[in-house]
């Protein structure tokens, strides 16, 4: 079953998120996942979440999401994305739990 990566990003640095995005990517790919989403107009239907900027990504599981958000290589992003912009991410494992 394929893992997800699911944020909200509410950037307040763009030109410091902007050194995020540039490398983020190669993290990504390194543990077999993609972008299905990064960023784009989002529409609320119903509900009080208010989202920002919205990126979802695919892995091949939940354990290779996981090992993506938890690596050595994604951790120093994670902190550069941290000083960069407010942000909520959730992990989610495909189908029934």
Known sequence: MKGYVIASVEVQDPALYETYRSQVL???????????????????????????????????????????????????LAALRGRAARTDILLIAEGAP
């Open 26 to 76: 190669a993290t990504v790919e390194k543990h077999g996942g993609r972008f299905v989403v990064r960023g784009g107009r989002v529409e609320q239907k119903e509900g009080a979440w208010r989202p920002g900027r919205i990126v979802v990504l695919e892995f091949p599981s939940f354990a290779a999401a996981r090992g993506w958000y938890e690596s050595p290589d994604y951790t120093p």
